[in-house]
């Protein structure tokens, strides 16, 4: 392989492609730009020989820098809550203003957010929470809910981030329910979801994350030779109120809350 800059469609070329979320990204194709741009090396692709590792490692050349990490992501969706007017962008996005702040209510929870973009509650502030929701309040479209069900692959970007959802969020909660057949129940409790008929399903059950940004967790629990099915359905709104990253950012936060409530039962 001669020294060279590379394309991702070229460096594609010498990768697994079956997207199989890996790397932390979403496909193959990503994985290959995600090299080129430098935030990514070919050590990170399990599926590489090391003889081929060595050789892109050794002949690539990145042609930009790579992107801000997660703590540069943050202060930049801090910066954009600094110039919003809470008053005026309240009612658009399911929200409300008390003392200067703005208040969101996800899943039984208020959260606050400051004039600095820093987050406070009642609860413990998880990791994970904090970026889809400045990004959700700092989207540059919103919607109202539609009542339209589609599939995570349907929302814009979702097919780009189809294989990385169905490993890390819908196949990990799938097993979670298989093995903790009261944990979707304890999650209606808990979170303040609701049944609802609108899908054929032992378990249909509708979450708000944030208030105008509903998911539909659909469970059919295994029988005889049928394995069981799990898929995760967004309103029509939630491609358009969050980006798809930050979407599948919530969602395999979700699961992985989930997960430790599903260690109470053991």
Request: charged share 20%; aromatic share 8%.
């Amino acid at each position: 392989m001669s020294k060279k800059t590379l394309t991702p469609l070229e460096l594609y070329k010498y990768l697994p492609q079956t997207n199989c979320g890996r790397c932390l990204l979403p496909s193959c194709l990503a994985f290959a730009a995600g090299i080129v741009a430098g935030s990514k090396k070919p050590t990170d692709c399990p599926y590489l020989t090391n003889e081929l590792q060595e050789q892109l490692t050794g002949n690539l050349q990145p042609r930009i820098k790579p992107e801000p990490d997660q703590a540069h992501f943050l202060m930049r969706l801090e910066e954009k809550i600094r110039i919003i007017n809470f008053a005026k962008i309240a009612p658009l996005i399911g929200a409300t203003c008390k003392d200067g702040q703005l208040v969101i209510h996800s899943m039984g929870k208020d959260f606050f957010i400051d004039r600095h973009g820093q987050l406070h509650s009642e609860c413990h502030i998880i990791p994970w929470v904090k970026a889809p929701l400045l990004s959700y309040v700092t989207n540059k479209t919103h919607q109202r809910i539609t009542g339209d069900w589609i599939t995570f692959r349907e929302l814009k970007g979702g097919i780009d981030w189809q294989g990385l959802f169905t490993s890390r969020c819908e196949r990990p909660l799938q097993q979670l329910a298989d093995e903790h057949p009261e944990l979707l129940g304890d999650i209606i409790d808990l979170f303040m979801g609701r049944q609802t008929k609108a899908f054929e399903a032992d378990i249909a059950l509708v979450l708000h994350p944030l208030p105008h940004f509903p998911i539909l967790i659909c469970y059919q629990a295994p029988e005889e030779d049928l394995e069981s099915k799990l898929t995760i359905f967004f309103d029509a709104c939630c491609g358009v109120n969050l980006h798809i990253k930050s979407i599948y950012t919530l969602c395999a936060g979700l699961v992985q809350m989930f997960d430790k409530i599903s260690k109470l039962h053991t």
